[in-house]
């Protein structure tokens, strides 16, 4: 059994490789190679526009969040995440798309994608998380117009496939941490399923 896993996501992870030509990890490397972290390890698999990072590159901290849009505790842990990069120098925190809830979760996911094409994926991602109430067309509306991002570019970044395999690729290495809902957190190599709170996630920082 664990043969025929194992060859299922050789396949699978290498077809994403191959259509996404800007993630340089090879698949031995992020499997076997032992020489950096596996939460650090999952960053180098992913291409640039997959990537909403708050904090310093070099920062002791990571924090990786695989995260859902139409996710409640993901709303409720998203300023308290930010609160913390802002506070402290050496702590980065890495949203990262992991889409479960419904369909409407993977065409709001393909969008903040498409906006980080425009370097406007960062701030399309907050202006998600700060709508009071439902996420509907009108208020992602105003988002797009408020932060001025090029309509017609994103309509063509948004239709691509690759902006489809960004978001498939994260969630499927989501899956294959074992992220088994949303919020997962990497908090540096420590991996945590679910909600916790802001200290508990400060205690386990460097």
Do not use: W
């Amino acid at each position: 059994m664990r043969y025929y896993l194992t060859h299922f996501f050789v396949i699978f992870f290498s077809i994403f490789i191959v259509k996404i030509s800007s993630a340089e990890m090879t698949l031995n490397q992020l499997i076997f190679d032992s020489s950096k972290p596996f939460h650090l390890k999952i960053l180098d698999a992913l291409p640039e526009n997959a990537i909403l990072q708050v904090g310093p590159d070099e920062a002791e901290n990571t924090i990786i969040e695989f995260m859902d849009y139409f996710c409640g505790y993901c709303k409720k842990i998203h300023p308290e995440l930010m609160k913390l990069a802002e506070e402290r120098d050496d702590t980065r925190v890495i949203f990262l798309q992991h889409p479960i809830l419904s369909e409407s979760s993977n065409i709001i996911a393909s969008m903040v994608v498409a906006a980080n094409m425009q370097n406007k994926g960062l701030e399309f991602h907050n202006e998600l998380f700060s709508i009071e109430g439902s996420i509907n067309r009108k208020k992602i509306d105003e988002i797009i117009n408020k932060l001025e991002i090029h309509q017609a570019k994103f309509s063509i970044d948004f239709s691509k496939d690759e902006t489809k395999n960004i978001v498939q690729l994260s969630s499927f290495l989501a899956n294959g941490s074992g992220a088994r809902g949303t919020p997962t957190l990497f908090i540096n190599e420590e991996f945590v399923g679910g909600y916790i709170p802001l200290q508990t996630i400060k205690g386990l920082l460097k």
